[in-house]
């Protein structure tokens, strides 16, 4: 009995199926004769990756072009993004000037008690000789012979300056403080053009620090951790937590200058005759020369602390609280922007609500601190009212915000002393026992703006859910702002 023949001479490699790059013309006339001819049947597929859409206007240069790079189209496409950068900033910024003047604004706990009463007077009776002659009698004034009244003079400083005994005295307010209470457009000395200062330096401050800080964690991320793994699902690029914290931190600490020059730019007075910086490179000037130099700029105690303490607080937050929030909230389930965007959504906006608790008091501490003027620069003439003596620290100021201000505004303006009728006395020591307690706590005055910042983050969750949370083909460009 004979063997069957080998059939190994007749194997044959199939060609493959799937053909993800097109093959060239010279290859194939090449291959051909050697290659057997393949059968009609077999189809080959050819996938080609989808253009990337820009988000600037689709104005994204062609880097790949063999034609090389369009040095026109960069030029446009930077330009675009500034326009858009500087619009999308100039939208947020009225909020954003209302919450810095909020946070600085000083309100003691007496704010409310203003003695309206009559100032005294003293009655002054002329002294009148028995022997009038008629050239006496000819120089007197006749209404004025009985006897004049002259108000008390108040207590004044050594340099002659009326003491101010409360800020809602109208009669010793500087005319460029705005009121407690009262509106920044409508203050005489401010104006609705008001609501936008400081808008330049925000936007190159925003442009700044979005530029750098991926610059900077690509750096770290190479030299430090160039093979580690990745540690936690927010965001889905980033290798560790800790990476990502120390690029926020030395990107807010090289961008601290321009973060001081923002809000003292947004505090001080609208008006010209009163107004210490007349822009972001006067006030940066006037700092260097006045207050200790560049190295008094960011190593002074007042200002390198609370910029250390801002910087690492809010991206360990905002980067470290989601994938916490998602395995309390969905136990077993990967929640990601692509998978469940609507869980996404609610684990971002619950995990925004708690790192404002966390962040608001020190960022309200770093704003009041950057308004105090050190070394030998001029006080800084603010439109808003700020406490008379410094605060000597985070810690300092963290505790006399919280024992000497009060929480429960709007204020209430009322009488003391002589106004008060006899028949109210009693009905106001029976409000006096019943006190909010916000009243006797400055605690609400180290989250001053939660509320808007809150509401934000609730509009920005429900047009996340209703434009589907991001997902993969979504065109929509709310998320641009």
Known sequence: MSNPSSLRDLYNTNPPTWSFTPPSNSTGLSSGASQPPQSSTISSHTFSSRPVQNSIFELSPGLADPGGLDL???????????????????????????????????????????????????????????????????????LGSGPSRYPVPRPADERGYVVRKNVMEESTRPDYVIPVGSMLGRHRSEGWLALWKGLLTECITDMLSSTMQPLIHNALQSIFAPTLATLYIFPASSTSLLIPVASHLITGFILSPLDLVRTRLIVQSFSPQHRSYTGPIDALRKVVRDEGGVWGLYLHPHLLIPTLLDSTIRPLMSLGLPPLLAARLFPGTLVSIESSPVAWGVVEFTSSCIGLLATLPFETVRRRLQVQVRGRGQPLKTCVEKRPIAYNGVVDALWHILTEERSDLPVERGLKGRKRDKGKEKEGEEEEEHVSIWRKTGLGQLYRGLSMRLGAGGIVFLLGVLTGGGRAGDESGWAEL
């Open 72 to 142: 026109g189209l960069v030029v446009k496409t930077l330009v675009a993004s500034a326009v858009l950068g500087y619009t999308t900033t100039a939208i947020a910024m009225p909020w954003e000037v209302g919450k810095c003047l909020l946070q600085v604004q000083w309100v003691p706990r007496d704010v409310g008690q203003v003695d309206d009463a009559e100032p005294t007077t003293e009655e002054v009776a002329e002294e009148t000789s028995d022997d009038e002659s008629g050239e006496e009698s000819y120089f007197t004034d006749p």
